[in-house]
Structure formats: C-alpha cells, structure tokens
C-alpha cells in the first residue's frame, strides 16, 4: 500500500494532524495554520524552498507556545 502525504495541501489534514501529534506528545501546544499561511506555503512551494517553509513552521510553532498566544487554552 502506497500513501502520499502532501503538507498542508486541501483536503489532506494528515500532515497537519501528524504534526500536532508529534508536538502534543512533546509537551508542546498544537498549532492552528491560518489562511495566511496557504499563501506563504504556496511561495516556499513553487520556490522549492524547504528551509524557509521549516523555518515558518519553526516560527508559528514558537509564537503558539509563548506565554499569552492564541492557543494557550487548548493544551
């Protein structure tokens, strides 16, 4: 059996889910990708650019994870 696991892709919510599992079971908060992200996401895409996609990613897991974000009430 042969799955494909495309990040962040419409109607795919596996990498999204595996990636807040992972962080979850690490002791940190999930994080909730905005709209705006498809845009940055797309750009790193076509860009081919996979240390600027790590890097946002890096960065929207931080800011979720300071004292006083968004998402402090969903860990």
Request: aromatic share 6%.
């Amino acid at each position: 059996m042969d799955v494909r696991i495309h990040p962040f892709e419409d109607a795919n919510g596996r990498t999204r889910v595996l990636m807040n599992m992972v962080l979850k079971r690490r002791g940190w908060r999930p994080v909730v990708l905005e709209e705006t992200f498809r845009q940055v996401y797309n750009e790193q895409i076509i860009n081919n650019d996979i240390v600027l996609f790590a890097q946002e990613i890096t960065r929207l897991v931080n800011n979720e994870n300071e004292p006083g974000s968004s998402n402090m009430n969903l860990a």
